[in-house]
Each structure stands twice: as C-alpha cells, then as structure tokens.
C-alpha cells in the first residue's frame, strides 16, 4: 500500500509546482508592466507642445514671437496674447501653460506668468526660455505665479499619491472579494464596491489632509475633491470586475494591465502632458486616471475651472463597464462562475 500513497504524494507535488510557477508568473508580470509602462513613461522627460504666449500688441511682439518658434522647434508652440490680463486669466484657467511679457528697456525686468500648479517641470521650461530671452537683452525677469503649488509640496507629488492609492484600492477590492467570497450574488458584491470607492479617498483625504495638510479647501472643495476621488475608485472596481467576469483568473492580467500599468504611466500628474512622449500624451487625452488626476488638480487649485470635461470622461468609463456588464452574455458569465463555487461550498 505504500507505493500508491507515494505515487499520489508525488503527483500532489507535481501539480503544486505547477501551481507555483504559474504563480511566480504574476510578480514577472508586474515587473515587465511597471518597466516598459511606469519606467518608460518617467523616463527622460522632455518638453513638447508646451503653449507659451508672447504679451504685448501683435505688431510689436510679432518678430519675437518668430524668433522664439525658430528657436524652441516642437518644445514650445509659441503664439501671442494682446494684454497682461488677458494672459494671466489663460494662464490661470489653463488656456496657456505660461506667457512671456518681454520689456522694452533692460533697467525694466521682464515677466513671466507661470502656474506651477499647472506642472511644475512645465513652469520651469517657460521660465528657462524667458530667461535666455531677457539674459541676451541684459534684463532681469520677474516670476508671476497666478497658480502655486501649495507649501510643502513643491513637485505635486500630492494629487498623483492620492490617485495612487485610490487606483491600488480600487483594484484590491473586487480581487479580495473574489478570493475570499467567489459565490457572492451582485446584489451583495457591487454595493461593497461601491461602500469602498467611497471610504478609500475619505480615508485618504483624513490621513493627507487634516493630518499632513496636503489637500486644503473649503468644505465644497474638499467634499468635490473625496467625490472625484469615490467616482474613480469606483470605476477601478467596477472595470476589474468585469474582467473576472469576461475572463475569469486570467481578468487579473488583463485589469493590471488597463488599470494600473496603463493608467499610472498616463496619469500626468507630477509630468503634465506637454512632458509625456506622444504616446503616452495620447492616452492622457482619454484615460481614466489621467481624467481623475485633472479633475483634483482642478478643484484643488484652479476654482473647479475645467473640471467639468474631465468628470465626464471618468462618468463615460463608468457608464461603458457598467454597459458591458449589463449585457445579457456578461450576466450569465457571471452566474454561470458563481455557481460552480457556491455548489462546491454547499457539498
């Protein structure tokens, strides 16, 4: 009798490394994803397409405006605006990413209107190129920052964390419920998706907010910065939900891949989009993180100012899984998986 017992301990160790190379395979993923996506993305970034006004009546600013595109090629689209005002109100609504406003007498300094808040690496470009400006006048330049990042988070590393972790929450919610609670009805399974979406950024904003003083606001800003937060989290969970459903285990690779290695590379949040290469400035156009991350950046900083845009690209995800989800073949996937377990938790 000892030998089939041995037999049937060797084939149990047999099929257990196989489980276990399968499993190694999951932490080889991750490190491909975050290397080609995350490390890729952040690696040198480079101006492009950074929108840049020259100030002053379009006759007289016209030569520097040509000169200064000669110079700058594709980093800067370089362009003119009539007034001071009118500059600091693009600047501040995010029409302009900075404007120059060049002097006429080098004992006068020249301005530079800039909203660090707006991407600090994108200020500090206009800035760069203000100064070679004024340095070859033998002027000095003034900085006007109608947007700041607030003290304490000089490199806006605020809103991008925030995101972070709502992204990483968002796709651990649904992926432990399904580990832990396999067979659990829809009725049940969504609104514990939805109750998290919500905690997450509360609990996030208590913690960097009111304890480390990152996010700041009045109750209407913050109450709109959590609800952002709540949505987009929600979309996570909901959009990784429907890659069990589709794809059963395998949807994990598949969620990874949309909702984490994608989305974080794409975000733009301390490199804005005038950095990314075009690829990835592409994807901030419509992805869902990259959408979150402008819409805080909006209710935090700049009055809300754009916000609108960005919300509804997060509503029209959310809208899109919840579709996909509804379909009438989704509905019985999604039976047809749970039902295998719960009658082998009823036997």
């Known amino acids: 009798m000892a030998a089939p017992i041995k037999n049937a301990a060797q084939v149990d160790q047999r099929a257990q490394t196989r489980l276990g190379v ?74 302009l990413n900075a404007a120059f406003v ?60 925030f995101v972070i972790v709502c992204t990483i929450c968002g796709y651990i919610s649904p992926t432990v419920l399904e580990t832990l609670a396999p067979a659990l009805r829809p009725n049940r399974r969504y609104p514990i998706i939805a109750a998290t979406a919500i905690l997450v950024p509360t609990l996030v904003y208590l913690i960097g907010g009111l304890g480390y003083g990152t996010y700041k606001g009045d109750f209407g800003t913050i109450l709109a910065f959590i609800g952002v937060g709540a949505l987009y989290t929600f979309t996570i969970g909901l959009g990784t939900r429907l890659f069990q459903v ?19 590379a794409s975000l733009g949040a301390t490199y804005t989009a005038p950095v990314m290469s075009s690829f990835w400035q592409f994807l901030h156009h419509f992805w869902i993180g990259a959408a979150a991350v402008n819409a805080e950046r909006s209710i935090l900083y700049f009055g809300g100012s754009g916000a609108g845009g960005d919300i509804l690209i997060v509503l029209a995800w959310i809208a899109a899984i919840a579709a996909l989800l509804l379909l009438p073949a989704s509905r019985k996937l999604e039976l047809k998986r749970e039902h295998p377990v719960a009658a082998e938790a009823a036997a």
Not at 48 to 62: C, L, M
Not at 246 to 264: D, E, R
């Open 102 to 161: 060049p002097t006429a007498d080098p004992k006068q300094p020249a301005t530079v209107i800039v909203a660090s808040a707006n991407g600090r690496i994108v200020a500090t470009a206009a800035e760069t190129l203000a100064r070679k400006v004024t340095a070859a006048q033998g002027a000095q330049l003034d900085v006007d920052e109608v947007s700041p990042l607030p003290s304490g988070d000089e490199i806006g590393l605020g809103v991008f964390m």
């Open 246 to 264: 589709l794809l059963g285990p395998p949807g994990i690779f598949a969620s990874l891949a949309i909702f984490v290695f994608l989305n974080i």
């Open 22 to 95: 399968g499993a190694a395979l999951i932490p080889l993923f991750f490190a491909v994803g975050f290397a080609a996506c995350i490390i890729g993305s952040y690696h040198k970034p480079h101006p492009n397409d950074i929108e840049f006004a020259v100030v002053g009546p379009p006759p007289e600013t016209a030569p520097l405006a040509a000169q200064l595109q000669q110079g700058a090629g594709s980093a800067f689209d370089i362009s003119q605006v009539a007034t001071v005002a009118e500059a600091e109100h693009d600047v501040s609504q995010r029409d």
